[in-house]
């Protein structure tokens, strides 16, 4: 629950989040950008993920801004401002999540494969709620390593050379 809140609050709350606050709104680097988080539910695997669409030449400073912004986090913490709007965003987009058919069609299906009841959500949302910012805090120094991210890049970049493969 900490990593999914913390997570939240760095780049999985849309607009709302530190990475759309200072890679899209405050520099312009991106168009878009975001983070996840997602643990296993059948193994103990977890995946921490960050992406941005943007513009070739703002490519190195969306970079450097996105470990500043890390290890910012890494150093400082989240704030209880966040931590008090991540828990409002947080169960807001679940409950609407809820309110679709597709959506309660796929998690019934999924939770069947898994042996879960939606009872399983309302403890995963209590635990959220009942997050300290501390908690948050610890968990996303204690599991988030920038040392252990790996940058992909997909895309159209005119100034590298791209080798032929013929």
Known sequence: ????LGNFIFGGGFLNSRLAT???????????????FSASALGENAAFTAQAIYAPENGEKLEKAFYEELNKVLTDG?????LKEAKQGWLLGRQRTRGSDAALRSGLANYL???????WDDEMEKKV?????EQVNAAFKKY??????????AGHFPDERIPSLI
Do not use: C, M, W
């Open 22 to 36: 200072r890679l899209r709104q405050k520099e312009g680097f991106s168009y878009s950008v975001a983070s996840g």
């Open 129 to 133: 709620q009942a997050l300290t910012l």
């Open 78 to 82: 989240f704030t209880e401002t966040e």
């Open 113 to 119: 494969f898994l042996n879960r009841t939606y009872a």
């Open 1 to 4: 629950p900490a990593l999914v």
């Open 144 to 153: 988030i390593n920038p040392d252990k991210i790996s940058i992909f890049k």
